[in-house]
């Protein structure tokens, strides 16, 4: 059954099922046009560069208030603006207009999503205390404590020093952030704040205006799609990119300003097409052709290497109608007007993306072969659309039934206390929350058939860490669609999922490179920080514990003098960060185990003494974590700079260097694991080094000199060379050559391969 044949049985189904079968109308009921869209119906901000009195800047404010709030609570608003206006006199933008022109537009935008009088208040105080030096209690007084929190919630942290103007910047999002998550009032205040920031750019330098841009991109235009405030996204977007790249930004308005002229019949002949069939199955909706954003424009052209023409080739409408129903009747109507393109339709009322937007979306072949895209969507849908969670923000209120909206919303804004909970510093705080603003989603379920949403390119994984912080912690792989998977698979829109775990299993740390969602990545930190670092402190303690037995020395209490200074003379700050250290392989117990005898060498009195005894017994070989004890290379596999390491601890002998594959030392460290500890290369090390091959070669006359010439024009010696079978045809023959690292040797064995009596090399690792 073709697409057609679906839309037209979809129509009749329809139309005939008795709970949703409506009267129809009259063939000549009226489908509004409403004009193009434009990308944001936030009213422009006003320029003020002289206002003569407070109540002339003021009225047209109170004006716009009189119409949904009470007389006493504008009268409250005033009052607070009369506060800041006092607090901010003679300061100036750098616009060169009075600073209180700024909160004053701010709490303008505030006022067009309608937010209560408390809200309104806190906007027309945001800045006082940063700038103003205002007390919080000043402004829980003489206001209410409700509109101090919200003012103290946007509060920069300027006075605290940090090491970094980036990690200022961090601590202050995660507190804006975590006040956001008690009350979303905040964040919506902010956003009107950026907003208007953004539209007076022109008073600030160009590096610095770009600068807020890619802020204003990569952090509050993420958290504005991520609460459906659509329109606030496409200004962010459109005044981020004219501030960021002005000569492109001017260039396309000006393309578009062209093409208008020449897409205008094409437009009219679709909208004239979609009006004369919809009234004929009852439908009376709207019917709005959508412009591109210019920096939708520019972002398709960059990211799918297409020409301004080629972006432009999509037309662009939406239909709003009353109810459910007739959102499906009118897809089955577009879908019998023009032909489908397979693969272009998505049902996000069916499931909605994670911002709570709902529509359906479809792309048809239109006349002359253009394609044109169409969304459909109720008049409630459409308001969730465009405003988000502006349209109804949430209140924590006892009696208060929650929209699927407002639900999304608050599950978000909680997990962000998650988030915050189990994470070290504020610039990792803003990472994690940053994987989290993503824009789109994938939809798996769990074997029940519960819709989970996360982000693309989400793992099994993520979607563990989303059921339960334990269900993640044990997680050893996954059941996708009945089969068994590994746990990085890439989940997909559909996919069932069932996650297996065990008691025993614990987070890897290699997680971290293929995880998708913030409270994953927080929850494997927090993990190997907290759990692995007490294991890894049982483990050093115990591996010590051992080496302090073979030197006949029973291990001291943790109370014990002899600690604190052995922690000093390490360069450790305490006891257990010597045993951490231990026990992930960053100290040697052996070592730190001769420092508690009397006497010893080891023993430093400063991290001078301790350079200089490490430079000193070091001064043949340079290995990583050594902490002055000798070293040797095994013979058996003759590491170089680049291979793999591990090394034992023998009494008397110190550290024995091995490749971490090498044969003998696998049987060894089966035996003894408790002697292995991981070694690497020290970077400053510049030094050749033997290695061991072995050739198998036509024993032919000159066969020798050819290895030999090919040896030296890859720039290596050969030390030693040894031919056991020297009468054989095919002879065997072990070769010990210099070289500086594994690249080199790479690039000696390439060399040698050029010989044609060759037959086969490899590279002696183990006793031969």
């Known amino acids: 059954m073709g697409l057609k044949n679906v839309s037209s049985s979809l129509i009749h189904a329809l139309r005939e099922s008795s709970p949703f079968r409506r009267k129809q109308k009259a063939p000549s009921s009226p489908v509004a046009t409403a004009p193009e869209f434009n990308s944001s119906d936030i009213p422009p901000s006003k320029s003020v560069s002289h206002y003569n009195s407070p109540d002339e800047l003021i009225a047209p404010l109170l004006e716009q208030l009189r119409a949904y709030l009470p007389a006493h609570e504008v009268s409250q608003v005033r009052q607070a603006f009369l506060f800041a206006e006092k607090a901010h006199t003679g300061q100036m933008r750098s616009s060169g207009e009075p600073y209180i022109t700024h909160p004053v537009a701010v709490t303008e935008i505030c006022a067009h999503w309608k937010l209560d009088a408390n809200a309104l208040m806190a906007a027309l105080l945001h800045d006082v205390i940063e700038d103003q030096d205002v007390k919080k209690s000043e402004i829980a007084e003489r206001f209410n404590a409700d509109v101090a929190d919200l003012v103290d919630g946007l509060t920069k942290l300027e006075r605290i020093k940090f090491a970094s103007k980036a990690e200022q910047q961090a601590e202050s999002f995660r507190k804006m952030l975590l006040a956001t998550a008690k009350d979303v009032r905040v964040i919506l205040i902010k956003l009107a704040d950026r907003l208007h920031n953004m539209r007076t750019l022109g008073g600030v330098d160009a590096a610095k205006a770009r600068r807020v841009s890619s802020e204003t991109l990569d952090i509050y235009a993420q958290i504005a799609n991520r609460l459906g405030l659509n329109n606030l996204v496409r200004e962010f977007e459109d005044l981020a990119f004219e501030a960021y790249y002005p000569n492109r930004y001017k260039v396309l308005k000006k393309a578009l300003e062209n093409a208008h002229g020449s897409r205008r019949n094409l437009f009219t002949k679709i909208t004239d097409n979609i009006r004369a069939a919809l009234p004929a199955y009852g439908i009376e909706g709207k019917l709005s052709s959508r412009e591109k954003t210019l920096y939708s424009i520019h972002k398709k052209m960059k990211e799918q290497h297409k020409s301004f023409s080629e972006v432009l080739d999509i037309y662009g409408f939406r239909i709003i109608v009353n109810t459910l129903t007739e959102c499906y009747i009118v897809l089955g109507v577009l879908h019998q007007l023009y032909r489908p393109i397979p693969g272009k339709f998505k049902d996000y009322i069916a499931l909605p993306k994670i911002n709570g937007y709902q529509s359906l979306h479809t792309t048809l072949v239109g006349p002359y072969g253009a394609p044109i895209e169409f969304q459909i969507r109720t008049t409630h ?67 029940k058939g519960k819709i989970i949403s996360l982000p693309r390119g989400a793992t099994p994984v993520d979607f563990a860490y989303s059921i339960h912080t334990k269900i993640g912690n044990h997680a ?63 483990f050093g303690e115990k591996l010590l514990r051992q080496a302090l037995q073979d030197l006949n020395i029973p291990m001291p209490e943790r109370e014990d003098e002899l600690w604190a200074k052995i922690a000093k003379e390490s360069g450790a700050k305490n006891i257990d960060e010597i045993l951490t250290d231990i026990g992930l392989g960053r100290r040697l117990a052996s070592v730190v185990a001769r420092r508690f005898l009397i006497g010893s060498p080891l023993i430093a009195t400063s991290a001078m003494d301790i350079d200089e005894i490490s430079a000193a017994h070091a001064s043949q070989i340079l290995i990583q974590g050594n902490e002055g004890q000798s070293v040797t290379l095994s013979s058996c596999c003759s590491p170089i700079p680049g291979d793999n390491l591990i090394a034992a601890v023998r009494p008397g002998y110190g550290l024995i260097v091995h490749t971490d594959d090498c044969p003998v030392a696998l049987a060894q460290r089966a035996k003894e694991p408790e002697r292995w500890v991981p070694v690497g290369w020290d ?6 080094l033997s290695t061991r091959l072995l050739l198998t070669i036509e024993n032919v006359k000159g066969v020798i000199g050819r290895i030999a010439a090919q040896i030296a024009s890859a720039d290596a010696n050969i030390v030693q060379l040894n031919m056991p079978n020297e009468l054989s045809e095919i002879a065997n023959i072990q070769l010990t050559v210099q070289v500086e690292d594994r690249k080199h040797l790479a690039a000696v064995i390439r060399a040698i391969r050029q010989v044609p009596q060759l037959r086969k090399i490899t590279r002696i690792k183990g006793n031969v």
């Open 381 to 447: 849908m459409d308001h969730i659309a465009e405003e988000g969670v502006a349209s109804h923000w949430l209140y924590k209120t006892e009696d208060m039934t929650l929209s699927d909206l407002q639900k999304q919303t608050h599950r978000w804004l909680q997990s962000l206390l998650d988030i915050q909970s189990q994470t070290g510093d504020s610039s990792e705080f803003l990472d994690n929350v940053k994987v989290d603003l993503f824009p789109d989603a994938v939809y798996v379920l769990t074997p």
């Open 476 to 538: 050893v792989s996954a059941i996708i669609n009945g089969e068994a998977a590994p746990l990085k698979t890439t989940l997909v829109s559909g996919d069932t999922v069932e996650i297996i775990t065990s008691d025993k299993a614990e987070p890897n740390l290699q997680w971290l490179n293929f995880v998708r969602t913030g409270k994953a990545r927080s929850e494997i930190r927090h993990y190997l920080r907290t759990v692995n670092l007490e294991e890894s402190i049982r």
């Open 683 to 688: 970077k400053d090390y510049n030094k050749h």
